[in-house]
């Protein structure tokens, strides 16, 4: 099960008390007392597994290492160990305590969520010509401590839509090998699946239906996955009945989530071209063009139609190079 809706909480380590001590040497008389170690802090550094946010289902509360309080003999206490959060790169962070947001957008450097607390000052640092024997000692300053929501958001460059049963699965399985269960019922798919064509993350959505924006069926639960993608791939299956409505629930869907979705470059397939007569498929491609002209028929097992859509993806991936 995919974990894309997470909330925890998370708290820096706390800094290590200052240590009070004395030279025991008579000939060095002294203030020797340490001070505390900074405790550690929390970052999030993002990793390409989308269902990386899975080792927080039973685990909420999470805690960096506390910094070791100072010692005898100008001893320093050791800094607390960092904790590190790995979480899918997508992943926008919310802090709910002070508001702000955050967005995990590669795998480079970690992004902090909390500071460690500063370790206390030790007795040596508060001597003077006038306090030669200091027993003034600093605390050390509390980590943050925070609540914050995981929510994923998956970055991919072209996000496969349409009703359940649309031939969206097949066509990322026979693209990139991506090896998805499919079957002839509803919701076949029941989580976001990632596959990569030559530099090129394909997404396929799982399947949307009317009312899904209002929280019907499994839609509203992923359409958050559609917003970060670059072009979207609609899928009508020629076995629709009414492909022009179909064709609008989900773009209504879309509109009603994001009205920004409708602003994404589109490529409209009329999918399973197989599993109809030529007669059936112009009189549906005639319907279709009227909403997208660039519609056209594709079947896996259909070579001429796959290389078609090949080179769409191809040109994609020139823009995308070309860009970089």
Known sequence: MLIDDITINVAAGDGGRGAVSFNKNK???????????????VYCQGVFDIGALRQFRFKKSLEAENGENGKSQFNDGRTG???????????????????????IIDAKEPLLLAQGGHGGKGNFLFRSSRNTTPKQFQQGLPGEK????????????????????????????????????????????????LGAY?????????????GASAGKGL???????????????????TESEDPKKDYHVIREELK?????????????????????????????????????????????????????????????????????
């Not at 160990?81 to 967005?103: A, C, F, M, R, Y």
């Not at 530099?199 to 799982?206: N, S, V, Y």
């Not at 992923?222 to 791939?233: A, C, D, G, Q």
């Not at 097992?301 to 040109?315: F, G, H, P, Q, R």
């Open 27 to 41: 000939e060095s008389l002294g203030p020797t007392g340490g001070s505390g170690g900074n405790g550690g802090s």
């Open 198 to 210: 030559y530099g090129l993350i394909l997404a396929d959505i799982p399947g949307l239906i009317e």
């Open 146 to 193: 925070f609540t914050v929501r995981f929510e994923l958001k998956l970055i991919a460059d072209v996000g496969f839509v349409g009703f359940p049963n649309a031939g969206k699965s097949s066509l990322l399985n026979e693209l990139t090998q991506a090896n998805i269960k499919v079957a002839n019922y509803p919701f076949t798919t029941l989580e976001p699946n």
């Open 81 to 103: 160990v960092d904790l590190i959060l790995k979480v899918p790169i997508g992943t926008v962070i919310h802090n709910l305590n002070n508001g702000s947001i955050q967005e």
């Open 256 to 324: 009603a989530y994001n009205k920004e979705l409708l602003l994404k470059k589109e490529y409209l397939f009329l999918s399973k071209s197989d599993a109809a007569s030529p007669a059936d498929i112009q009189k549906k491609l005639a319907t279709l063009k009227k909403l997208n002209p660039s519609v056209m028929p594709i079947s896996i097992y259909d070579a001429d139609s796959m290389s078609k859509v090949k080179k769409i993806l191809n040109e994609i991936a020139k823009e995308k190079l070309a860009a970089k």
């Open 219 to 237: 839609g509203i639960k992923f359409l958050r996955h559609v917003e970060r993608t670059k072009i979207l791939f609609h899928f009508i299956s």
